[in-house]
């Protein structure tokens, strides 16, 4: 407990290596963080570092390699499929496009309806059109005009409501944001911004939202978190990120906002060097390191550790790390 509110969701040195000819690629590795109830943790980072593998690998869509998952107080790292049906209903996810999560050939009843299907939910098939029809008002589709058409009728906007109406269809605790806005016109990505968040607040959700871009991100979360090549290296509060950027990368992310936030005070955009190569049996030193303009011999030799380095603020940088020592 914190501020009262109970920790959802737990994550303790969670791994996630695929394996792969070259050797074991490290997508996600050793992350941990507590999630409290009612809270969005935003996950940002270049693409490839790791952001959906590590919200499959929490909603146990994937397997993990190592570390634990501990929902609402169970550990489910490795709990049965039977049990797995049941952390369903509680754990969804919502996808970045919306024309390829939507099955094309199903009506928007049809989707909506499909996880009380699969669950062998409302067997009345009034009460099932009443929860299909309920859904849709909630994210602000208009069931009279909308419920018998297909997917490939209806503009961005409206499918990643439909997207959103099946993801709650279940009433569940919890949801893994994944990219739901990227694919959207910038008018229509603050509409879909704004119903996320009013739902939150409605119907008590917690949200992990993954995203690339920190305008977005720093827009609906609470606190972020920035990946690097499957590693954390920087977590605070949204607002506290944007105010004091220590970790050399998370400096570079903000300074490459096309128009800069007014909370960053960064002086200069620091350009980032070099590509991002595949973390496939990563050498022990900062993955950071090869691009990072400070970095120093100690950095290309050993892997900084995560520390708290002011109230509810971590960094992993060898040299955030030794100013204040
Ligand atoms: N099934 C898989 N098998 C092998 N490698 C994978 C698999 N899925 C993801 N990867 C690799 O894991 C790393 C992380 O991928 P992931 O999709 O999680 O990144 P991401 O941060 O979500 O990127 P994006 O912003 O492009 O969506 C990448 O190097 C990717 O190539
Ligand atoms: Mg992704």
């Known amino acids: ?183 959207l016109d910038v008018s229509i990505q603050a509409q879909i911004l704004n119903l996320m968040m009013d739902l939150k607040d409605e119907l008590d959700l917690t949200y992990i939202f993954i995203t690339h871009n920190l305008s977005v991100a720093k827009h609906i979360s609470d606190d972020i978190l920035v990946m690097y090549m499957g590693k954390m290296v920087e977590k605070a509060s949204s607002d506290r990120l944007f105010e004091n950027p220590l970790h050399p990368y998370t400096k570079a992310l903000l300074s490459a906002i096309p128009i800069p936030d007014a909370s960053y005070k960064g002086k200069e955009a620091e350009v980032l060097q070099g590509e991002v190569t595949s973390p496939v049996m990563p050498s022990e030193n900062c993955r950071f390191s090869p691009r990072c303009p400070l970095a120093r011999e100690e950095c290309f030799s050993a892997s900084p550790e995560f520390v708290e380095v002011e109230d509810k603020h971590y960094v992993a940088c060898h040299l955030i790390k030794k100013c204040n020592n």
């Open 1 to 183: 407990m914190s501020n009262g509110k109970n920790v959802l969701l737990e994550v303790q040195n969670l791994k996630k290596y695929f394996d792969t000819p070259r050797g074991p690629l490290h997508a996600v590795d050793d992350i941990s963080f507590k999630l409290f109830e009612g809270e969005t943790l935003g996950v940002v980072g270049e693409s490839g570092c790791g952001k959906s593998t590590l919200g499959r690998t929490i909603l146990r869509l994937i397997p993990s390699t190592a570390g634990k998952i501990i929902f609402n107080g169970t550990d489910i790292t490795h709990i049965r499929r039977k049990d797995l049906r049941e952390l369903r209903k509680q754990m969804q996810i919502i996808f970045q496009d919306p024309f390829a999560s939507l099955d094309p050939k199903m009506s928007v009843f049809q989707i909506i309806n499909e996880p009380f299907k699969i669950h062998k939910l409302y067997k009345d098939k009034q009460e099932r059109f009443n929860r299909v029809t309920e859904l849709m008002e909630i994210v602000g589709l208009d069931p009279h005009y909308i419920i018998n058409t297909y997917p490939h009728e209806l503009d961005g906007g409206r499918r990643q409501r439909i997207g959103v109406a099946r993801a709650l269809a279940l009433n569940p605790k919890f949801i893994v944001c994944d990219e739901p806005v990227s694919a």
